[in-house]
Every structure is written in structure tokens, then in C-alpha cells.
């Protein structure tokens, strides 16, 4: 499949036939491109860059060198999943760069979202090519491209996955599913026979809770919005909304406000709610999540939540808003 513009005769993915026959052709094409050398991927444990992974193994075993970088800006107990899923059960040949304070030390006091993706995204090129440079023959790079990201990234905003690649990339892209839907991807993953909870996990941008801590980062406030985005996906499983509402996560502004707390004057950051459904990320449609969830989540999170005294819900479609803030 060359080129990035799905052919019209393309069959949407929806069963496991079709995603088995997509898994054949890929496997072959990848076979053919990459022959004995080494790939290299950026493994967020989306399931993007998952089912991505899962392919090349099933391609070309140990010659893909998976790179998972926590960045400080992934979400609750995500790089452990990784780890977990992919070094243990998987696996896979695995590379784990913990760079937190790589990033978070860039990105410090920087406010404007578009050089914030572009600082994130040129990190983790950099942090590629130091990986790649310990080893021997890396000649391709794999990305989790999707449809989408190819129809959007027309100026909307900086590329989702990796952002700048510089003009000297010494790596030949790979880029199996890019003419995919995320509602195909996620087809294609169970065929593969990936846990369901990474199949059906969330989007998440490249720049991860980067581009939800809005503003400038700040350490605190960066886990106080880990936090309450736990809590929110918490209580989104046990209310029975996981798997009906396509996204939904907290954003949390640099603005504080008043509140009181045990008799005192408290000031502290709002968590927004956003909680949306789409079928294709191009428009997005508002959640109407009952109220009683909605107030377990806001007594939850502004009990337990170091920093955070109000709790807002984002009533905004996209158009007019996107779905994510920044």
C-alpha cells in the first residue's frame, strides 16, 4: 500500500476475515521491505503504536527493537503495562528510557502548545537516535500512523507520533496502518490476539499529558492531572461508561481559583472533564453522562487530588472545539 491516500476500493475493516487478510498482505509487504535488517519503533502502548508492534514481531520477530521512552507525561501505571504486556508477556526485544527528567527539564516554562509538541516530538528522535546508535544495522523506523493523522496533519497541527523529524533522519519510515481507521486498528489488534484492554485503550497523543497540562508544565500540577485522570477512568469503568464513550480524560489549566477547604481559603486548579464520542476523530459528539457519576468524580478528585478544588465538564462538539485542548 503505497502512497497516503486510501484507495476508494479499500474495504473498511470490520471483521476477522478482513483483518486477518489485512495481517497476510502486511506481514508480506513488510517481509519484502524490511528483509533481514532492524527496525526500530516508538512503543507507547497505544494501540497504534501496539498493533504496529504486534505486526513486526509477527513479520520479523527479534529484528524489530521496541523503544518505549516514558517521557514523564504518560498516563497512571501506563509504562508499567508495557513493560508488562510486551517485555514479559510478548516477548518482544524491548528498550526502556526512562527520560522524564529529559523532558520535563526542555519543556520547562515553555506555554505555546505548538513548540511544546515540537520540543516533545524532536526529544524523542533524539532519544531514538541514541538508542539506535548502540545498535548494530537499525535501517527503519516503524510509526503508528493512522488515517487520520495523515488527513489532519495538513497544517492543523504538528504530526501526533513523533513531531519535526529532523531533515538528516538516517531511517527509512514504516508505517503499516496508515490508511487505517482507529476503529479498524483496533479490528486488526484483536486478530492479532493483543489484550483487550490495550486494544480498546484510549487514544492518546504523542505528546501525551504534555498537550493536557496546559501551559506551561509544571511538576505539580502535571501530577495532580495524572491523578484526577486516574480517578475519572476509574470511575468511568465502574459506572459501565469505558467502553461506550470513545475518549475521555481530564485537562487541567494554569489558572487557579478560590475554594474552601477544612474552614480555609483554598485556592487551587480546576480539572475540565472531557468525554466524547466519534467514529472517525474528524467530529466528535458530547457524552451526557449522568449527574450522580458526575458529582462521585468531583467529590473523588477534589478530596483526594493535591492542588485541584473544582471539577468543570466540557460541553463543546468538535467542530467548534477539537477533542483535545491544546
Known sequence: MNGNKRPDTMERITTLELANAFIDEQVAELRAQIGDKKVLLALSGGVDSSVVAALLIKAVGKQLVCVHVNHGLMRKGESEQVVEVFGKQLDANLVYVDATDR???????????????????????KVFDEEATKLEGISFLAQGTIYPDILESDGVKAHHNVGGLPEDMQFELVEPVKLLYKDEVRVVGDALGLPH????????????????????????????????????????????????????????????????????????????????NTMDAMTATIEEIDYSVLHKITDRITHEVEGINRVLYDLTPKPIGTIEWE
Open 103 to 125: 523532558f520535563l527539564d526542555l519543556l520547562d516554562g515553555v506555554v505555546e502548545p505548538e513548540r511544546k509538541r515540537k520540543i516533545i516530538g524532536n526529544e524523542f528522535i
Open 197 to 276: 484492554n490495550m486494544v480498546y485503550r484510549q487514544p492518546f497523543p504523542g505528546p501525551g499529558l504534555g498537550v493536557r497540562c496546559l501551559g506551561a508544565i509544571t511538576r505539580d500540577r502535571l501530577h495532580a492531572l495524572r491523578e484526577a485522570d486516574a480517578i475519572l477512568r476509574e470511575e468511568f469503568e465502574i459506572a459501565g461508561l469505558a467502553g461506550k464513550v470513545w475518549q475521555y480524560f481530564i485537562a487541567v489549566p494554569d489558572t487557579k481559583s478560590v475554594g474552601v477547604r477544612d474552614g480555609k481559603r483554598y485556592e487551587g486548579w480546576p480539572a475540565i472533564i472531557r468525554a466524547v
